[in-house]
């Protein structure tokens, strides 16, 4: 971790991503409260939030981590010291036991997967399945676990009914960026087609993508739909896993100017990339927020936003703003922490942004900076 702490906005280096601390501690306030309310454990998703310089405070208010492997589980033992819940569509024979080690519990996506892994597994972990409620509610095919053929989870045709000895709970994952309906969705279908294998389970994961910290999210729905599910099973422990709960609005990414090229629109080059930094906007795709801009031709000044690599494709998208942009303006790109920094690359040789934390005094603790070890490191 790096110690530089800069005062001043204008100090930061660029590109840079900035977490604030007072509003990642307000989401985590949050989630501590339905944790309190309904006594199931939440756990923070790696996957969209990995900012290891926050987990001190994190694990205040969290129960552990979830982790996709074995980086992720190894990140989620050392740095956050907690619980540690790691599932893959499928694990590597060299890296499983030391998986298993770290691992409090242990998620297979597959029968195959169980019966390979549970014998090293036994004793060590509790062992889960993963399950495929075939309940199909993201609009987005890219980020839809259930969607038809999908690879994740074991669905109840799949499902080996006698082969669940030392298996002690179930996880499905049907969400992404959703409210509570969506969830009311998913367990409908999962308590219909698996209901009936509870009784000999220990837990439940319902997974991710909650929009618990979002401002239209219904909290009291959750809160309700919890204990009602622990009054019916009252013996299960609940697991929650979000990750973009945990970071949602909590920082941005501020960029530069470098350039302003006019080919029939005006352009301007920035410091960043879509395509590095923020891959999200292409495959989504979705519209970045940018402070105090609008949409095209909706204030006086329009430009095209691009990133400063040489995929042609690589753009931002198209803003106005009330004062013409100038080379070396600050562009500031909103709720760019989750999901978005786990995604960077050096792609094009383009440096990886700075990270900072801003602190509740308002200071900028600068706990990273990129230069050429991390593009060359990747390679070989």
Same mark, same amino acid.
């Given at each position: 971790?790096?110690?530089?702490?800069?005062?001043?906005?204008?100090?930061?280096?660029?590109?840079?991503?900035?977490?604030?601390?007072?509003?990642?501690?307000?989401?985590?306030?949050?989630?501590?409260?339905?944790?309190?309310?309904?006594?199931v454990?939440?756990?923070?998703?790696?996957? /969209?939030f990995a900012?290891?310089?926050?987990?001190?405070?994190c694990?205040?208010?969290?129960?552990?981590?979830?982790?996709? /492997?074995?980086?992720?589980?190894?990140?989620?033992?050392?740095?956050?010291?907690?619980?540690?819940?790691?599932?893959?569509?499928?694990?590597?024979?060299?890296?499983?036991?030391?998986?298993?080690?770290?691992?409090?519990?242990?998620?297979f996506?597959?029968?195959?997967?169980?019966?390979?892994?549970?014998?090293?597994?036994?004793?060590?972990?509790?062992?889960?399945?993963?399950v495929?409620?075939?309940?199909?509610s993201?609009?987005?095919?890219?980020?839809?676990?259930?969607?038809?053929?999908?690879?994740?989870?074991?669905?109840?045709?799949?499902?080996?009914?006698?082969?669940?000895e030392f298996?002690?709970g179930?996880?499905?994952?049907?969400l992404?960026?959703?409210?509570?309906?969506?969830?009311?969705?998913?367990?409908?279908?999962f308590?219909?087609?698996?209901?009936?294998?509870?009784?000999?389970?220990k837990?439940?994961?319902?997974g /991710?993508?909650?929009?618990?910290?979002?401002?239209?999210?219904?909290?009291?729905?959750?809160i309700?739909?919890?204990?009602?599910?622990?009054?019916?099973?009252?013996?299960?422990?609940i697991?929650l896993?979000?990750?973009e709960?945990?970071?949602w609005?909590?920082?941005?990414?501020?960029?530069?100017?470098?350039?302003?090229?006019?080919?029939?629109?005006?352009?301007?080059?920035?410091d960043?990339s879509?395509?590095a930094?923020?891959?999200?906007?292409?495959?989504?795709?979705?519209?970045?927020?940018?402070?105090?801009?609008?949409?095209?031709?909706?204030?006086k000044?329009?430009?095209r936003?691009?990133?400063?690599?040489?995929?042609?494709?690589?753009?931002?998208?198209?803003?106005?703003?009330?004062?013409?942009?100038?080379?070396?303006?600050?562009?500031?790109?909103?709720?760019?922490?989750?999901?978005?920094?786990?995604?960077?690359?050096?792609?094009?040789?383009?440096?990886l942004?700075?990270?900072?934390?801003?602190?509740?005094?308002g200071?900028?603790?600068?706990?990273?900076?990129?230069?050429?070890?991390?593009?060359?490191?990747?390679?070989?």
């Amino acid at each position: 971790m790096n110690d530089e702490i800069v005062e001043n906005f204008e100090e930061l280096p660029s590109p840079c991503f900035v977490c604030e601390e007072e509003l990642l501690k307000k989401n985590l306030e949050l989630l501590k409260e339905i944790q309190d309310k309904t006594n199931v454990k939440i756990l923070l998703a790696l996957k /969209g939030f990995a900012l290891w310089s926050t987990f001190d405070l994190c694990k205040k208010y969290l129960q552990g981590c979830c982790a996709s /492997g074995l980086n992720e589980a190894i990140l989620a033992y050392e740095e956050f010291s907690k619980e540690v819940h790691t599932y893959s569509p499928a694990f590597k024979d060299e890296e499983i036991d030391e998986i298993i080690k770290m691992s409090n519990h242990i998620v297979f996506n597959s029968f195959n997967q169980l019966n390979k892994f549970r014998q090293r597994a036994i004793g060590k972990t509790s062992i889960g399945l993963r399950v495929n409620p075939e309940y199909s509610s993201v609009e987005v095919d890219l980020y839809n676990p259930c969607a038809p053929y999908s690879r994740l989870g074991i669905t109840k045709k799949n499902f080996e009914e006698d082969n669940l000895e030392f298996v002690d709970g179930l996880h499905f994952h049907a969400l992404c960026e959703q409210n509570i309906d969506a969830l009311e969705g998913a367990l409908k279908n999962f308590e219909r087609e698996f209901s009936d294998f509870l009784p000999q389970m220990k837990w439940v994961n319902f997974g /991710g993508g909650h929009h618990i910290t979002r401002a239209d999210y219904d909290v009291e729905g959750l809160i309700k739909l919890l204990n009602e599910f622990k009054n019916r099973y009252p013996h299960l422990e609940i697991y929650l896993e979000p990750g973009e709960a945990v970071g949602w609005q909590t920082g941005y990414l501020v960029a530069t100017v470098l350039d302003i090229v006019d080919n029939g629109i005006k352009i301007a080059i920035l410091d960043t990339s879509a395509e590095a930094h923020m891959p999200d906007t292409l495959a989504m795709p979705y519209r970045a927020d940018i402070r105090n801009a609008g949409l095209e031709n909706e204030k006086k000044h329009t430009f095209r936003l691009a990133g400063n690599t040489c995929l042609a494709g690589d753009i931002i998208g198209d803003y106005s703003f009330d004062k013409e942009l100038q080379v070396g303006d600050k562009i500031i790109l909103e709720d760019m922490i989750h999901y978005t920094m786990v995604k960077t690359t050096t792609f094009n040789g383009i440096q990886l942004p700075s990270i900072a934390i801003k602190n509740t005094k308002g200071h900028y603790q600068i706990v990273n900076k990129f230069g050429y070890n991390a593009y060359k490191s990747r390679l070989s």
